[in-house]
T-cell receptor, first 114, second 112 residues
Framework: EAGVVQSPRYKIIEKKQPVAFWCNPI?????LYWYLQNLGQGPELLIR????????DSQLPKDRFSAERLKGVDSTLKIQPAELGDSAVYLC????????????FGPGTRLTVL | QQQVKQSPQSLIVQKGGISIINCAYE??????FPWYQQFPGKGPALLIA?????SEKKEGRFTISFNKSAKQFSLHIMDSQPGDSATYFC???????????FGQGTRLTINP
């Protein structure tokens, strides 16, 4: 079974430029998560989707970050404009959504903002 | 109150030894406590998890010990192997597994 797929794996951009990350969850997983992982830190939840609905986006900086999950499958996370402090790994995870079901993480996208 | 505090930040253990990583939490509503293992360039992967109705859970060489009154839980890796060298994160959730709060991570090195 294929795992969570993320692309690109690495991205280097200049500050103030836009950037987008793509995630394809495990087939059948209705819950999708985007996390931010700073160097040497644990992941921090940005947004959680149940199918197409964003049910928890309280930690998403909405002035520059946006996300969508069209048709309840793939998801895109966008930053516009990027700032130096956005340099981090952006992780996508998915689960079956029922309480206590395991979250499966993708390999992440490492973003460097110059 | 949402924090999970993990220690130590780094740990070096000899091959065959026992690795112990500790976590503490404040939110008594937390009801799910997983441990994740992360290798460089990879996403975290679930290692073992426990719910507060039991005090210990063992899977192979990995054991979680849970102390509800002290609001602490720990990961024990028995017979540690070089392949166990990775970063380990404890986490906690108050809504099943759906909103995880992660600790800061422990970089474990097993010397051969």
């Amino acid at each position: 079974e294929a795992g969570v797929v993320q692309s690109p794996r690495y991205k280097i951009i200049e500050k103030k430029q836009p950037v987008a990350f793509w995630c394809n969850p495990i087939s059948g997983h209705n819950t999708l998560y985007w996390y931010l992982q700073n160097l040497g830190q644990g992941p921090e939840l940005l947004i959680r989707y149940e199918n197409e609905e964003a049910v928890d986006d309280s930690q998403l900086p909405k002035d520059r970050f946006s996300a969508e999950r069209l048709k309840g499958v793939d998801s895109t996370l966008k930053i516009q404009p990027a700032e130096l402090g956005d340099s981090a790994v952006y992780l996508c995870a998915s689960s079956l959504g029922s309480p206590y079901n395991e979250q499966f993480f993708g390999p992440g996208t490492r973003l460097t903002v110059l | 109150q949402q924090q999970v505090k993990q220690s130590p930040q780094s740990l070096i253990v000899q091959k065959g030894g026992i690795s112990i990583i500790n976590c503490a939490y404040e939110n008594t509503a937390f009801d799910y406590f997983p441990w994740y293992q992360q290798f460089p360039g990879k996403g975290p992967a679930l290692l073992i998890a426990i719910r507060p109705d039991v005090s210990e859970k063992k899977e192979g060489r990995f054991t979680i010990s849970f102390n509800k009154s002290a609001k602490q839980f720990s990961l024990h890796i028995m017979d540690s192997q070089p392949g166990d060298s990775a970063t380990y994160f404890c986490a906690a959730s108050a809504q099943g597994a759906q909103k995880l709060v992660f600790g800061q991570g422990t970089r474990l090195t097993i010397n051969p």
